[in-house]
């Protein structure tokens, strides 16, 4: 009689794209769908494993970039970063770290056990589902963590977020680039006195007016030594007043009786016109 012999194994090259095939059938369809090349894949592996269009597709560049972008949008709100992923260039080192595909393949593998081998052991006929979005955003969460804790990054993103480089966002008017530009020109000032935007908004009696009380500390930046010669040389002598009595902790109502004005209004649309002129300038120097 003769034995039996042994069963062939079949290797994936390492560099293959088929090895991130699991994780494409991981994503959620939300964000499938808005990927050509991945959406057009079936999710039933027979069909793939029997068309040597969709075999070519898998091989391809634009499944490759397509699933990268893809891994990345999942990966990166979990380094609690403000913002989104888009928010940043390339030279973000977070940003460059959620693009570690094979790193995230293999943490969703050791997490959940969904890898290349489970994948090629469901049956060929079954259509994969779709995974639900809230269990892939707690098991990205805790794929996220696993990868800090293991190759020990928590130090080095701290430092990442606390000393960001301005090349990090991309040239958006955004809140969140806004708040990095404000601490940005903040730091780098020589003498700068305490006092927010929204302190320069409110006041006890008047609260805040139509202007998003976040949007930009322009008492606090244009008190810079290095800042404030570019700005207020572009103020009248009046708007120049009110924002220097706002940036010393006076009231709209004290700006108001010191410069004349019959009630505190006047001296809130004056705030309100010089942070919009910051603004105006602040995106010219971009």
């Known amino acids: ?113 969904w890898g290349l081998q489970a994948l090629l052991t469901t049956p060929s006929t079954v259509s994969i589902p779709f995974f639900a979005p809230d269990y892939i955003r707690v098991v990205m969460e805790r794929v996220v963590k696993r990868g800090i804790e293991e190759e020990n990054w928590q130090s080095i993103l701290d430092v990442v977020r606390k000393m960001p480089c301005e090349e990090d966002f991309e040239n958006w008017n955004t809140n969140v680039r806004i708040d990095f530009l404000r601490k940005w020109y903040h730091t780098r000032s020589k003498k700068v006195q305490m006092v927010s935007l929204e302190a320069c908004m409110k006041d006890d009696r008047h609260g805040i007016h139509e202007m998003a009380a976040d949007t930009c500390d322009v008492a606090e930046i244009a008190a810079g030594n290095d800042f404030a010669e570019w700005f207020m040389a ?36 004056r705030m309100q016109a010089i942070t919009k002129m910051f603004l105006e300038y602040e995106n010219e120097q971009q």
């Open 1 to 113: 009689m003769t034995p039996p012999q042994p069963r062939t194994q079949f290797r994936i090259p390492r560099d293959s794209n088929l090895n991130y095939l699991p994780f494409m059938y991981f994503l959620p369809e939300d964000l499938i769908i808005k990927c050509p090349t991945l959406r057009s894949l079936p999710r039933c592996l027979g069909d793939v494993a029997h068309s040597e269009e969709m075999i070519g597709l898998i091989g391809s560049d634009q499944f490759l970039n397509e699933i990268m972008d893809a891994s990345a949008a999942l990966v990166f709100p979990h380094f609690g970063f403000g913002g989104w992923k888009e928010h940043y260039t390339g030279y973000c080192p977070v940003w460059k770290l959620s693009y570690a595909l094979p790193l995230w393949s293999r943490l969703l593998e050791a997490e959940t056990g």
């Open 234 to 269: 572009r103020l009248s002598t009046r708007d120049r007043e009110i924002l220097e009595l706002r940036t010393q902790g006076f009231t709209y109502q004290e700006i108001g009786e010191r410069l004349g004005y019959q009630n505190p209004s006047g001296a809130i649309k």
